[in-house]
């Protein structure tokens, strides 16, 4: 079964049992800087989870676009991917356990027709926090699960939570069983070596976890995700996603062009180039910081590993044309946008050639320092220098060290690295919790402030103004909006006193439903109308905003203090930005 079919099928089961299909949201959060990607189908519904009504209701399904890098030096084996999709469905403390279950085994059995003696099952075994899942166990086993296929673990295995703080729960996770060999008696879903391949994972998530410990959610949620390229694997009796439909032809068009069999450089490309092109479709864009970052090492691995097989750069658009015609049916924004994907690559691929050569620059100079002193080895830290700084793998340091009669020492790489990937996860696991995290009340008020300053910045400068991002922390806001000149010290003033003019009016702010026709109707302002479903949610401030946004907001504006322009600078071509403060 194809990718697209499992899809669709999962969908339209679900719709079929009362969800509504919401559209995925982009793979870059919105409106919300400080993560780095959606992770997981449940990361854009974290509010709803938590409480709040969601416009589409209590049951909701879709696909989600995930991007996952903690694990990137991972990829190139035959399992890990950078991006994945997510298909997920959603109780809003609508039905729980039992429900939950029975859906899943249905969909399994039924809809993908995978038979019983395949599926074992986990559950949560309970500890101090939470009772063994008793509910889930009888579920199963009405469902037609034998008692022996039913494992139970503890919360390194059958607890999920997006880093450490946010909505959480026991989970019960499925497993398709590869019919590989036991690889000890022992062996049950939770080891590792390849027999049991997990397939969808049903939270239910009742709890909140934060510094203080557990607390229960105002309301039992389910939380699912199901892996479409793994189910695809599986259905399709492959043994790695790479021989999908979905990756497939790219796999082999690489076999075409390489002058060096390398498989784990193929995977490499062809996993890394669709992860990239995600995260441009949805306006990443390669930099030094942050998710730009991991654009630009996305890209440059591919690069390096088109070297490996040494396949002539000059071929790109090629094999990026290749990978779009197998991903457009699922992905048809790929398609649409293929120029600027692949501009954006090209010119990333350009810049990384250059460092490439300045690396070589360096490495020569390391070479006759080393030479000079009359030693034989270039030192680990130089190695792992020209890696960190130049993007100079120690593969080539090593190669062309040989060339000059030197050797490279290795052995602390390993160490250097490991520190170097621990510091970079450390950034991401922060980044993530971050996002989730950041529905406190100062950063709610912030959130609002960003609503006033978008609208005072209509009045002061001109219609033209409409946001490009936000990012907020507790300490400050930051906004960037279009607007093609420097502001003045007049304008900033204006909008400065006109912020704090809304706010001294004490308006309330009202949360909307309405259709988003009626909202675009109504002149209601939006960055990404079109990722939005039918029915949105719109926050109206008086007669002074009406933007479509999730939220949260305060109730009315003279909770926020006094508001302040701390600067105002250029951020990109036609973009300015405000750093704002609430005293
Ligand atoms: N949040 C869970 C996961 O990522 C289920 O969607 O596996």
Known sequence: MKAIEIRNKYLKFFENHGHKVIPSA??????DPSVLFTTAGMQPLVPYLLGEKHPAGTRLTDFQKCVRTNDIDEVGDNRHLTYFEMLGNWSLGDYFKEESIAMSYEFLTKELQIPNEKLSVTCFAGDEDCDRDNVAFEAWKKAGIPEERIYFFGKDDNWW???????????????????????SPECNPSCGCGKYVEIWNNVFMEFYKDKNGYSKLKQQNVDTGLGLERMAMLLQGKKTPFEIELFAPVMEKLVNLQKVDLIQSRRIVAEHLRSSMMIIEDGGRPSNVDRGYILRRLLRRMTRHLNKLEIDLSVLPEIIDVSIDSLKELYPELDANRDIIKTVIIEEKDKFVKTLQNGEKEFEKVANRAKNAGKKVIETEAVFNLYETYGFPPEMTEELAKEQGLEVDMSDYQRLFAEHQAKSRMGSEQKFKGGLASTGEVETKYHTATHLLNAALKVVLGEHVHQKGSNITADRMRFDFSHGAKMTDEEKQKTEDLVNEYISQNIPVEKLEMKKEEAIELGAEAMFLDKYGDIVTVYKIGDVSLELCGGPHVKSTGELGHFKIKKEEASSAGVRRIKAILE
């Open 26 to 31: 982009p793979v870059i959060p919105e409106n």
């Open 161 to 183: 939570i997006a880093g450490e703080e946010g909505p959480c729960g026991p989970d019960t996770e499925m497993f398709y069983d590869t019919g590989k060999e036991k690889c």
